[in-house]
């Protein structure tokens, strides 16, 4: 009995000793051979004042937290592309109460810049809203407040090291009004349209001489005086503007109100009963094409908008 009991343990032994052994080796490491003990670390070749260090070390960390700067709203965050058109020559959304600033970043120029201002100036609007606003009443560190003032001030490049270029939209057509010419009655309000709907042909009335077309507009560079071509044009074809009755614009600037291109228009012609179209032409004399206002694509709301039947 004990020979068999002994027979037994050599063979489990046995067994064992089988189960244990490898019978294939572990792959290589690539990491076996790796000098941990290097003192030399990599150099950081990003200028911190260039907009990609802005970005990597400010902007990215600090104000495209969820809910902020991380394409919810601009200027955006998320990447140094992003970052660059939302800022350089960028209109700003929220201005302080006396409307000092135009855009969020103008090269060569931190105190025209909203976003200096913005990281500089605890109280911008309100109290304690100064940037970031993770930690409210805590500004940013002095280092990177200088690197944004640097990169602002030697041009405010990009990535690449381009300079940016001062964009030159053309003009933008605020509002436009008819009204006699005594000034007192003015035919484009509501109250004055057919059927009451504001996108519908205002009414002439039949017999008016003459009448006056206000244009209100804006443009990002030029003076409003300066402004090259100011031209209204009318016709009884919604789309077609090629040979038809046109009025040239002077431009008045009367003392507390917005300046204003005054057209005067000559009514005697104008057919009692009939719906006349109207497109305003205007360019800054910096593009090739006029602007019009409106343009056949335009929605057929817009064009009766700007629209106008002789009373019979």
């Not at 244990?20 to 051979?33: G, L, R, S, T």
């Not at 200028?47 to 260090?53: C, D, F, K, P, V």
């Not at 003009?171 to 009451?196: C, K, S, W």
Request: aromatic share 12%; net charge negative.
């Amino acid at each position: 009995m004990r020979k068999l009991i002994l027979f037994f343990s050599i063979i489990t032994i046995a067994l064992g000793s089988a189960t244990c052994k490898k019978d294939v080796d572990d792959p290589e490491n690539p990491y076996d051979n790796v000098d941990y003990g290097s003192n030399n670390p990599i150099n950081d070749t990003v200028n911190a004042a260039s907009i990609t260090g802005i970005h990597r070390n400010v902007l990215m960390p600090k104000c495209a937290v969820p809910g902020c700067h991380d394409g919810n709203f601009e200027p955006d965050f998320r990447t140094v592309q992003s970052t660059y058109s939302t800022l350089v020559y960028a209109d700003i959304t929220k201005n302080n109460v006396n409307g000092d600033f135009k855009y969020r970043v103008i090269p060569n120029d931190t105190a025209g810049s909203v976003l200096h201002e913005r990281i500089t100036n605890c109280c911008f609007v309100n109290q304690n809203d100064g940037m970031p606003q993770d930690n409210i009443g805590t500004g940013l560190p002095a280092a990177d407040i200088n690197n944004v003032s640097t990169w602002i001030m030697n041009g405010a490049k990009a990535a690449d090291g381009s300079a940016p270029t001062l964009p030159d939209l053309q003009p933008n057509l605020g509002l436009y009004v008819a009204i006699n010419t005594t000034f007192d009655v003015e035919y484009t309000q509501l109250e004055n349209r057919v059927d009451t709907i504001i996108f519908n042909s205002w009414k002439l009335p039949q017999g008016t001489a003459s009448f006056y077309f206000v244009a209100i507009f804006e443009d990002d560079i030029t003076p409003l005086s300066q402004i090259q071509v100011n031209q209204l044009k009318i016709s009884t074809s919604l789309d077609d503007f090629s040979s038809t009755q046109s009025f040239n614009a002077t431009f008045v600037d009367v003392p507390g109100q917005d300046p204003l291109w005054l057209v005067s228009v000559d009514a005697s012609s104008f057919v009692p009963g009939q719906t006349y179209y109207m497109r305003y032409y205007v360019n800054d004399g910096q593009h090739v094409d006029n602007v019009e206002f409106p343009k056949n694509s335009s929605i057929i709301q817009y064009k009766t908008y700007w629209s106008f039947i002789v009373e019979p």
